[in-house]
């Protein structure tokens, strides 16, 4: 069910999912394998590099509304393992480079944490 929700999700990505995964897709950003809305301890997340158990969540205007429940989703997440980083639409959109050094930043932390060169 949740893996058919996730590709209906794909179809209908809002502008800043689209600009991401433009970047993200085919490794573009440092060499890392990224999916997009990718199923993960049962929770559909925007993007998801498996290699550094990152999860990307790019949050629109609703989540401003649904503070408590990303919060308990996060804790779910991290206590399965999962990096969870969060954008705004808008702060992504108008600092996409800021985002993706972010992103880069935290996948080259996580692998110099598990002792990769």
Request: charge should be positive; include cysteine.
């Given at each position: 069910?949740?893996?058919?929700?996730?590709?209906?999700?794909?179809?209908?990505?809002?502008?800043?999912?689209?600009?991401?995964?433009?970047?993200?897709?085919?490794?573009?950003?440092?060499?890392?394998?990224?999916?997009?809305?990718?199923?993960?301890?049962?929770?559909i997340?925007?993007?998801?590099?498996h290699?550094?158990?990152l999860?990307?969540?790019?949050?629109?205007?609703?989540?401003?509304?649904?503070v408590?429940?990303?919060r308990?989703?996060?804790?779910?997440?991290?206590?399965?393992?999962?990096?969870?980083?969060?954008?705004?639409?808008?702060?992504?959109?108008?600092?996409?480079?800021?985002?993706?050094?972010?992103?880069?930043?935290?996948?080259e932390?996580?692998?110099?944490?598990?002792?990769?060169?």
């Open positions: 069910m949740k893996l058919a929700h996730a590709r209906s999700m794909r179809a209908d990505a809002t502008l800043s999912e689209a600009v991401l995964w433009s970047v993200l897709r085919r490794r573009r950003l440092g060499g890392w394998k990224f999916r997009r809305q990718h199923v993960v301890a049962g929770y997340v925007d993007f998801y590099c290699e550094q158990r999860a990307l969540e790019v949050d629109g205007t609703v989540h401003g509304t649904q408590i429940e990303d308990r989703r996060d804790e779910v997440l991290v206590r399965q393992g999962v990096h969870v980083l969060r954008f705004r639409n808008a702060e992504m959109l108008e600092r996409l480079d800021e985002t993706l050094a972010r992103i880069a930043v935290a996948c932390s996580i692998r110099a944490s598990r002792g990769h060169p």
